[in-house]
């Protein structure tokens, strides 16, 4: 029957009055300097953002910047002077942060913002060139360099992301970048490629990328002994992220993924995500500026098409639904702040690889999953149902192939089963 | 070389499981398909023994299936459930009218009973009347509230213990996506219930088809040939659930798993204590479960009838305001038929 309009899942009017947006031609940044600022009354409003009147640079400066410290200060998350660990990845957010915190130190006593912060470059460019590391790679290198260098403020380091136990041999200072960097991160990138085809699925490398990524974030900031991680993720990353997160199945860490403060990591370590409400076009404008050079930026898979993995298409769905409905990030984003993370009951009970609770216990749904696995392969000899059922729960329950899967989350099951390499979660 | 049934029955595979990716003989996929809707009807605990249910059938591909693998897990497993056939007539000619005769076509193949229940008989509104007032933009808002009260109506008056509706795991997948989109936390949080309603007011509706894919609905009809009634309401296309759909089909296309994926996630979320929960009583005017007074099907029935259709669409202020509007203008008119009458 049909089911749209109905109390449980259509809509009481909703969603018949999402409409496509009214195309309307709005310029960025206007040419016409003699229009005066909204908010300051002068001339030279040349920075028009969507909903929101003309202004001038440094209106639209502060704005911004007061995003940024409005999401650290109203949450009260950082302490005074607490060390800080700036995950920079060439991104024009990542450029943008990095601007914002180096901002915000260089103010006077009043305004600044008391922390200490390092920054750390984590290279996964090398993981996109085969063979031996290429003039390209070394020109990517140099640029990364010279754009830390300009914030003269931080210590910025690089980390090749590796596979991995300890980060302290393969951490560098980026303004004495040893020659032999190179020809290190070459040394140790065939390992990581050859445990990435190990999995069959673009999907499973890119969730596989994406939580080891957060363990060798977790690894630097305990080598630098920072509490915190400051990643860039603005609203649409996270929007994108969130409706992934559901489509792998990974609905119970879901809001971590989102929320402004992630405490997944071990040793209490904390990833923040300052920029959280910050849009691509408050970026992009950001940017211009304030002159930031931007820098390429590879992300693993990114370049297959959208088709590719769930997680290219998610992020093409999101970008193409907002082209036309421009509400949708925010109110995506906006679930996202709705939903409560399930780490208050934080204990032995996690993901042993992405430190999620442990999602399996009396679900109906997994059990049926399991079984529809089993009684495939029963098909008409099918006869006692309720022996077919406790096998079931017991693959739910983590007891597969004779493989102990108890502290591994239903997502991470999802990875192991696509990888040939049955070690791969325990890293 | 054929491929033969992963059951090792040593039949032809002449299928591919969707949901599992396993190549199947036509005999082994019924074994499985019943025996996967059995388990989650056993392991939820969906109906008691000696209950009534009605199922809510359309003529579609979901309740007829439903209808045809109730009617056969009933007797193979003795559930000892009464089953009767509950349709719902929104009045849309083209669409209705054709497929209540597949309706009546199951009634005979199953032999069960049958009630149809119209909009007409029930609100004094067919669809194609609404439609004419209203335009097509809210339409389905309308199709939808009502049809939800008219169920609940048709229960009561059969006195069943539960209707199975034949919502299935893409349906359930689709609405946490949409319901995701949308902001909607409230149903968020339930639609991914087996069960909902129940309580002592309101009769339970069950969804024993929440773990089945599509894609093997249809497979199950075409090789048990069943007949079902294929074609789209005439009112329904809405851009922005097409949306949802074609982005969940992208998906399913790229990882099968992804949509009980997708129910598993749907299923762990948990909701801030910030975040507004809905209270469920009972319409003062109608009696019928309702979130909030009078129920939506009352206000959007006074609007028909007050000749303001846009009266439940929207915010409540806005259909105060128009009721306050109106309301103004007759005594107006009233008082000018009193002066007009002292002449």
Same mark, same amino acid.
């Given at each position: ?18 409409? =496509? ?10 040419? #016409? ?6 908010? &300051? ?17 440094? &209106? ?69 060139? /085969? ?17 830390? $260098? ?13 596979? !991995?136990? !300890?980060?302290? #041999? ?11 960097? @190179? ?14 085809? &190990?999995?069959?699925?673009? !999907?499973?490398?890119? #969730? ?48 971590? #993924? ?15 995500? =300052? ?5 691509? *076009? ?23 098409? =959208?088709?590719? @993995? ?8 999101? *970008? ?6 421009? @509400? ?19 204990? *032995? ?12 216990? /009396? ?55 696509? $990888? @040939? ?7 | ?166 919502? +299935? ?171 007009? +009458?002292?002449?």
């Amino acid at each position: 029957m049909c089911s749209i309009g109905e109390d449980d899942f259509g809509d009481e009017g909703g969603v018949h009055s999402m409409i =496509p947006d009214v195309k309307t031609s709005q310029p960025q940044l206007s040419i #016409d300097n003699d229009i005066l600022c909204n908010k &300051c009354k002068q001339p030279g409003a040349t920075y028009k953002l969507a909903f929101r009147e003309p202004e001038c640079k440094e &209106c639209f400066l502060n704005y911004v910047r007061h995003k940024f410290r409005a999401a650290l200060g109203s949450s009260k998350v950082l302490p005074k002077n607490a060390n800080v660990l700036l995950v920079f990845d060439c991104s024009a957010q990542s450029l943008v942060l990095l601007d914002m915190l180096h901002h915000a130190q260089t103010q006077n006593t009043f305004k600044r913002l008391h922390c200490n912060a390092t920054v750390l470059y984590i290279d996964d460019y090398q993981m996109h060139i /085969d063979g031996e590391c290429s003039p390209e790679y070394e020109k990517h290198l140099k640029d990364v360099q010279s754009t830390c $260098s300009t914030y003269e403020h931080f210590d910025c380091y690089i980390l090749p992301l590796v596979k !991995t136990d !300890t980060v302290n #041999d393969l951490i560098f200072n980026l303004k004495y970048l040893p020659e032999e960097y @190179s020809a290190n991160v070459d040394k140790h990138k065939s390992q990581f490629k050859e445990l990435l085809n &190990c999995m069959r699925s673009l !999907t499973s490398k890119q #969730d596989f990328i994406k939580h080891y990524r957060s363990k060798v974030i977790g690894l630097a900031a305990k080598h630098f002994q920072c509490q915190f991680a400051f990643k860039a993720d603005i609203s649409s990353d996270l929007a994108s992220d969130l409706l992934a997160a559901i489509a792998l199945g990974r609905g119970g860490s879901a809001a971590l #993924d989102v929320a402004l403060v992630d405490n997944r990591l071990d040793d209490d370590i904390k990833i923040v995500r =300052p920029l959280k409400d910050l849009t691509e *076009e408050e970026i992009n404008l950001y940017v211009i500026a304030q002159n930031l050079k931007l820098l390429e930026q590879r992300s693993y898979g990114s370049d297959f098409g =959208p088709s590719a @993995s769930l997680q290219n298409l998610t992020k093409a769905f999101v *970008e193409d639904l907002q082209q036309n409905y421009s @509400s949708t990030v925010s109110t995506v984003f906006r679930t996202g702040s709705k939903i409560a993370s399930q780490m208050d009951e934080k204990s *032995e009970l996690c993901c042993v690889f992405c430190k999620s609770v442990l999602d399996y216990k /009396d679900s109906n749904t997994l059990l049926a999953i399991e079984f529809s696995r089993i009684v495939s392969e029963c098909g008409i000899k099918t006869e006692d149902i309720s022996e077919l059922s406790m096998e079931a729960h017991k693959h739910v329950e983590g007891d597969i192939e004779g493989r102990d899967l108890t502290k591994v989350c239903h997502a991470c099951r999802n990875i192991y089963a696509d $990888s @040939s390499n049955k070690d791969i979660l325990l890293l | 070389m054929p491929i033969l049934c992963k059951s090792n029955c040593g039949n032809k595979a002449v299928l591919k499981r969707p949901k599992t990716a396993d190549a199947l003989c036509k005999e082994c996929f019924f074994a499985a398909f019943e025996a996967e809707i059995h388990h989650t009807i056993t392991s939820s605990k969906l109906f008691r023994h000696g209950e009534k249910v009605a199922v809510a059938a359309s003529g579609g591909k979901d309740s007829t299936v439903l209808a045809h693998v109730l009617k056969l897990l009933n007797e193979r497993h003795n559930y000892g459930l009464e089953l009767v056939l509950l349709s719902i007539d929104e009045g849309i000619t083209g669409y209705r009218d054709d497929s209540l005769e597949t309706v009546k076509k199951n009634r005979d193949d199953y032999e069960m009973s049958l009630k149809i229940l119209s909009y007409e008989e029930l609100y004094g509104w067919t669809m194609d009347r609404i439609v004419a007032q209203i335009g097509r933009s809210n339409n389905c808002t309308f199709c939808g509230v009502f049809r939800r009260q008219a169920l609940d109506r048709g229960a009561k008056l059969l006195g069943v213990d539960s209707i199975a509706t034949g919502h +299935n795991a893409d349906d359930i997948a689709e609405t946490v996506i949409m319901n995701i989109l949308r902001g909607d936390t409230a149903r968020l949080s339930r639609c991914t219930d087996i069960k909902t309603g129940g309580s002592e007011d309101s009769i339970p509706r069950v969804k024993p088809l929440k773990y089945t894919y599509e894609k093997e609905i249809v497979m199950y009809a075409h090789y048990k040939k069943l007949v079902y009634f294929s074609t789209e309401c005439v009112f329904a296309p809405n851009a922005y659930r097409g949306h949802a759909r074609a982005f969940l089909k992208d998906l399913e296309k790229v990882r099968p798993s992804v949509i009980m994926d997708i129910i598993h996630s749907g299923e762990q979320l948990r909701f801030k204590d910030t975040v507004k929960k809905p209270t469920r009583g009972i319409c003062e005017r109608c009696g019928f479960v309702s979130s909030q007074q009078p129920c939506k099907a009352c206000v959007l029935l006074e609007g028909l009838n007050r000749g303001l259709p846009k009266l439940g669409i929207g915010k409540k202020s806005k259909g105060d305001r128009m009721i306050a509007n109106q309301e103004k203008e007759m005594a107006l008119r009233d008082k000018a038929n009193l002066v007009k +009458n002292d002449f």
